[in-house]
T-cell receptor, first 109, second 115 residues
């Protein structure tokens, strides 16, 4: 079993919808939690970074962490076609970064 | 300021050959990490170099090796290529060592195909 599990999708939603992306993890030693966005033929870029349970908001993006349930989510409000990409969750323990396998998201105009 | 540069962008090799990939970090960044990305396994950590020293290593066989030069540029080598080595190889740079990953910047990767 992988330490970090992420639904691979693909996920298609209409423009303007709220998108929910999720990851679960098995090791409570994970301390820091991130979401990366990766466009086709590009490297991942950091979207959100958090280390505590609760919500963190940045524009249309909200990262949610629930350490008791070992569950993290990324919400995208008012989704745009430019949000179409693969979204990767990532977590750090012992100075090592572990990624989920990524969810491919398509926003339909 | 230029980003992380990886060369070449695409590479086709045959089984048994060896390959060397190159990564130039952002100017001033001293840490370079390498990752392998495949559809089934996602992004997997290969190794990290900081100031020419390997600081951390993932669970890959010894066929995968790397080095870092005094100008922080890094190379990754894979010997005796196998079909399963086909992947996107990503390099990431940061100012400091260790996974303080809010400061991690990725290149666009080298797509390696092994035939």
């Amino acid at each position: 079993q992988k330490e970090v599990e992420q639904d691979p999708g693909p996920l298609s939603v209409p423009e303007g919808a709220i998108v929910s992306l999720n990851c679960t993890y098995s090791n409570s030693a994970f301390q820091y939690f991130m979401w990366y966005r990766q466009y086709s033929r590009k490297g991942p870029e950091l979207l959100m970074y958090t280390y505590s349970s609760g919500n963190k908001e940045d524009g249309r993006f909200t990262a949610q962490v629930d350490k008791s349930s070992k569950y993290i989510s990324l919400f995208i409000r008012d989704s745009q076609p430019s949000d179409s990409a693969t979204y990767l969750c990532a977590m750090i323990k012992n100075e090592k970064l572990t990624f989920g396998t990524g969810t491919r998201l398509t926003i339909i105009p | 300021k230029a980003g992380v540069t990886q060369t070449p962008r695409y590479l086709i090799k045959t089984r048994g050959q060896q390959v060397t990939l190159s990564c130039s970090p952002i100017s001033g960044h001293r840490s370079v990490s390498w990752y392998q990305q495949t559809p089934g396994q996602g992004l997997q950590f290969l190794f990290e170099y900081f100031s020419e020293t390997q600081r951390n290593k993932g669970n890959f066989p010894g066929r995968f090796s790397g080095r870092q030069f005094s100008n922080s540029r890094s190379e990754m080598n894979v010997s005796t290529l196998e079909l399963g080595d086909s992947a996107l190889y990503l390099c990431a740079s940061s100012l400091v060592s260790g996974a303080g990953s809010e400061k991690l910047f990725f290149g666009s990767g080298t797509q390696l195909s092994v035939l």
